[in-house]
């Protein structure tokens, strides 16, 4: 007996698109700007870089387009 042809988003759990890996490059590229300013000194810009990166982005890029799969 032949099985069906598996979807990608019938197989896959977290099926990441383009609009995840960019948002997950932005929140990279966030904490790593967060680091790098809280290295130099800064004692305002870097905790707001830092929690933007990854209490704001990196939920975000995990969950955007999350009700677009259901």
Do not use: H
Not at 13 to 35: E, M
Not at 62 to 67: E, F, S, V
């Amino acid at each position: 007996m032949v099985q069906p042809e598996r979807t990608r988003k019938q197989s896959d759990g977290l099926a990441f698109d383009r609009r995840n890996y960019v948002t997950f490059a932005l929140a990279l590229a966030t904490i790593i700007a967060g680091w790098l300013a809280l290295g130099r000194g800064s004692i305002t810009l870097a905790p707001l870089l830092l929690v933007a990166g990854y209490c704001v982005l990196v939920p975000a890029a995990i969950l955007l387009g999350i009700r677009d799969r259901k």
